[in-house]
């Protein structure tokens, strides 16, 4: 069965520190999305990409970046952790609207903890 | 003003009770979703809808585009229905959502 699979469920670091989330799809999805999760804030959109090579800012994406080198993939990459990234992240990945593969479907989370 | 206007945020209901969350949203849109999220855990699509009314057991989703509406409804709740409901309107010409900040429902046995 296709799945999105998000790695690590947990993570601790430290402030400074380069952290990556690994976030894979097997849907063949061209569309592919990151988001943190705030008490108080909902789900916001960080990156995104809507194909391989393809990357696109969302609302909150200062101090985030991402790389779409194939179509399953989209690692988010926090260039030097700060407490205020402390957050759940999930990831998100749909076909195109009125494709056959559309249907957002969401990875199980990262919590990561930034100290 | 957000797009999305969620209605409750908060809901307690006991077993049995007919619940209904409400969403508004000001943006065009070419579909929208109702999704789930269990405490703790990850979040779920229960419909996308682009017109008139869709079904899944106990639950009920209805969309009005004209006005821009949507209600998702649940008949005879259950403990495990507690969670936060979120909306998620799909702007038009574009694969993003716009999300509400959620209706968090507990149920009571």
């Known amino acids: 069965d296709a799945e999105i699979t998000q790695s690590p469920r947990h993570k601790i670091t430290e402030t400074g520190r380069q952290v990556t989330l690994a976030c894979h799809q097997t849907?063949?999805?061209?569309?592919m999305f990151w988001y943190r999760q705030d008490l108080g804030h909902g789900l916001r959109l960080i990156h995104y990409s809507y194909g391989v090579h393809d990357t696109n800012k969302g609302e909150v994406s200062d101090g985030y970046s991402v790389s779409r080198s194939n179509t399953e993939d989209l690692p988010l990459t926090l260039e030097s952790a700060a407490s205020s990234q402390t957050s759940v992240y999930f990831c998100?990945?749909?076909?195109?609207?009125?494709?056959?593969?559309?249907?957002?479907?969401f990875g199980s989370g990262t919590r990561l903890t930034v100290v | 003003k957000n797009e999305v206007e969620q209605s409750p945020q908060n809901l307690t209901a006991q077993e049995g009770e007919f619940i209904t969350i409400n969403c508004s949203y000001s943006v065009g849109i070419s579909a929208l979703h109702w999704l789930q999220q269990h405490p703790g855990g990850g979040i779920v699509s229960l419909f996308m809808?682009?017109?008139g009314k869709k079904k899944h057991g106990r639950l009920i989703a209805t969309i009005n585009i004209q006005e821009k509406h949507s209600s998702l409804h649940i008949t005879a709740s259950h403990p495990r229905d507690s969670a936060v409901y979120i909306c998620?309107?799909?702007?038009?010409?574009?694969?993003?959502?716009?999300f509400g900040t959620g209706t968090r429902l507990q149920v009571f046995p």
């Open positions: 998100a990945s749909t076909g195109q609207v009125k494709a056959l593969n559309y249907g957002y479907t």
């Open positions: 998620a309107p799909h702007a038009y010409n574009t694969d993003k959502l716009i």
């Open positions: 809808l682009s017109s």
């Open positions: 849907w063949n999805h061209n569309n």
